[in-house]
């Protein structure tokens, strides 16, 4: 079976094919970042007027990368949720009309489930059950999975999830757009013993996150120490140690309490390499195994809506023929598959 993939949930359009034989064909990704760049952050209406001009040209040209007519797709799998809303009506509208052109099934796909299903691509995938960390710039979750649909959610963010963080701080220090990687630079100029910043919810019982606190505590940090350059490198260290520790803190305490010994690191923000540093020594401490995408399947992609459709697809699911989106929607109600 092959899978034409379509993500657009937010900023990024991206488009794969996924063969059950051979495994993911070819993939292909447009990244809005320029666009928003000048306004700090996403414009919803942009990026749904980009998606609408990039999908069907980046679909074309996927299916001649790999020399295959559209005829030859088996299914296709549209992000459907959760997201901005015109942004996933864009994927949703192309994918189910492409569909129904063809004659084939469409599947409407959970974005959160493509990012924790995204390991499954690599070369060693890890087997179920596992504890996942989902950590990107609209969530921050922490996952019991036992196989796929099986999902029980077991800490979330209570205000602003880790990228969204990443991304505010990095605005009060006056850098770029995306924060997480501009903070992440920056962070590798600075003292990390200068500052140490609280490290939020992790003296309390509980799995959920916190990280708004931290923003705040970096605004009246640089306002009691002044903004010359090396004390905004120091406060991007303190701030980016802070959000690795936490995570690391609360997924060792997850790892306790449930008994797992693997762990799936996905997201945008699992491509930070502190976080990626920490989570290796969590998991030799702890004798647990580590899993992540490599970093081009971390952020937003039509790989991982490609492979999580076929998986969907492969159990008998279908959507119907109309063209729903949700940009709230809760992992916790997929059908298991």
Not at 262 to 268: D, E, F, K, S, T
């Amino acid at each position: 079976m092959r899978v034409l993939g379509i993500e657009t949930s937010c900023d990024e359009t991206g488009i794969a094919i996924y063969d059950s034989d051979a495994g993911l064909l070819a993939h292909t990704l447009h990244s809005q970042i320029d666009l928003h760049a000048v306004y700090g952050g996403v414009v919803p209406e942009l990026a749904s007027r980009d998606h609408v001009q990039k999908t069907l040209p980046l679909i074309r040209q996927v299916l001649a990368d790999v020399g295959l007519d559209k005829g030859e797709i088996d299914g296709v799998a549209y992000t459907a949720g959760p997201g901005l809303i015109g942004a996933l009506l864009v994927g949703a509208g192309i994918g189910r009309s492409l569909a129904w052109s063809l004659g084939v099934p469409a599947v409407a796909v959970h974005h959160m489930e493509g990012h924790l299903l995204a390991p499954m691509l690599e070369d060693n995938p890890p087997p179920f059950p596992f504890l996942a960390l989902l950590v990107s710039g609209g969530h921050t979750l922490l996952i019991k999975v036992e196989g796929i649909g099986r999902y029980q959610l077991l800490g979330d963010t209570v205000d602003d999830a880790a990228g969204e963080a990443f991304d505010k701080t990095a605005k009060l220090l006056g850098l770029g757009y995306p924060g997480g990687p501009a903070i992440s630079r920056l962070a590798a100029q600075g003292d990390p013993t200068r500052f140490r910043f609280p490290r939020p919810m992790t003296n309390r019982p509980g799995l959920d996150f916190s990280f708004s606190g931290l923003k705040t505590f970096a605004v009246n940090t640089l306002a009691r120490e002044g903004d010359d350059g090396q004390t905004k490198a120091d406060i991007a260290r303190a701030f980016e140690d802070a959000v690795v520790d936490t995570m690391a803190i609360k997924c060792r305490r997850a790892l306790k309490e449930t008994g797992l010994q693997r762990i799936v690191l996905a997201g945008g923000v699992s491509a930070n390499r502190g976080l990626r540093q920490r989570m290796k020594q969590l998991g030799e401490a702890l004798e647990a195994e580590i899993y992540y995408p490599r970093p081009e399947f971390c952020t937003d992609n039509g790989a991982m809506i490609a492979y999580a459709g076929w998986c969907r697809l492969r159990a008998g699911e279908s959507a119907t023929l109309s063209i729903d989106a949700s940009p709230r929607w809760s992992l916790e109600r997929l059908s298991p598959a």
